[in-house]
């Protein structure tokens, strides 16, 4: 009897995991997923800024394992793990597993604001990213129709809360849809009353990074004339005022939250294996404390076992990739009654692309900055995406689109029905 392993979420470390285990016969496999498609959120903020398609990032699990006899697909929604039956429930139906794998990543904290839960807006999906894309292009076109220059601030400034990678590259970039862009197409618009916003609770951007990394950091965005308030954080935001911890408030539209992440609900799961962060507790092996046969890897999971990180690994790509392939060959060897591996994290560094040829990298030994830091981020951005056709593509389009400055993705587009009689 082939062992049924099913995976919930395809992210990184749910289609690392899968990739390790297409070949082998003793396995079924069944990947869920909310969405048909995986994608790449660490070019999210490029979706977002309307600079790359979503299409550049994302790819049809379908297609993915398409020649994988013993891969199947099923899209829904996880609504409970039942462990006593070893079944887990989807809005869509119900599946009964031999081992589960939980990989469902996080979403966005708004560390209980509901004001900023409600208005502010968050870019964690390939959803969110459309939907902030949208609400740019239409701020915009609403600021060239409007003479009032007090409204016309509120409507071009734009606060990012969130002074990590995220939060540094999107600042970097709307900063640049300023100067090469907005002048040149919308030129009812005054620049003089729009401003960028850029707000961390911490002393520095880039917090986990390099103080060279934070410093360059700092300075680029500076003199791209991006507004950086540190030691700072948001309060609440109502009637489009952002209220801030030092008592000041900033008018805006646009309150862009990369500011922190949860770990997503997996109702069933018995609470003492929930951890900080609604992180899942998990030993070694990734295996979920007080369950049998449940594993949990990538941001959603707690590992607190390596010595290195006694406050569990970062959320990264790389660490739920390598733990996605470590599972994988446990489960091998669980098949082949061999010892287990206990999972170990190999570092291999990290990065920040700040503004137009200007990136910062830190290696385990060592860190620089300026082009060349931006040459090998756009390198190691292109390597893990998924399809080939995507990363030709996606280096075609950030050739031309480095060149010349002018993606011509600016697109307002609300998909929906059309409900007149078909004679329009
Ligand atoms: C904007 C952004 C930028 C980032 N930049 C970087 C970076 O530069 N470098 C870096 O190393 N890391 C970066 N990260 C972090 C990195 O993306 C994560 O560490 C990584 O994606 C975690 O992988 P994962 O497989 O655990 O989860 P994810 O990649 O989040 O995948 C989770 C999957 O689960 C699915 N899912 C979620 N909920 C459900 C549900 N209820 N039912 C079914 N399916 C569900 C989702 O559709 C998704 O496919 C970034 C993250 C974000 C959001």
Redesign the pocket.
Known sequence: MKKHIVI???????INLIKSLRNDKRFRITL????NY??F??L??QVATSFIEASNISYPFRKLFSNDKHVSFHM???IRVTPENRTLE?DTGTLHYDYLVL????ESNFFGMENVRKHALP???IEEALYLRNHILLTLEEAARNKDIKEAEKLQNIVIAGGG??GVELAGMLAEMGKYIAQREYPEIKLSLSSIYLIDALPSLLSPMSTVAQKTAYETLRELGVKILLNVSVKDYKDCKVILSDGKSIETETLIW?SGVIG?EVPGIPEESIGKGRRLLVDAYNKVENTQNIYA????CLMLSEEKYPNGHP??????IQQ?KNLAANFQRIEDEKVLHSFEYNDKG???IISKFNAVVDLPKYSFKGFLAWLTWLFIHIIPLVGFRSKVQLAMDWFRLFITNNPSIRLILYPKKNTNNGTT
């Open positions: 919930a979420g395809g992210g990184f470390a749910g869920v997923d909310k969405n995986h994608f959120p660490p999210i903020y829904g929604n996880l989807t990989a469902m990543g996080t870019m964690k999906t990678p995220t990369t997503r890897v990538g941001d959603l959320q990264l790509a790389q660490v739920a996605g990290s990065m920040a």
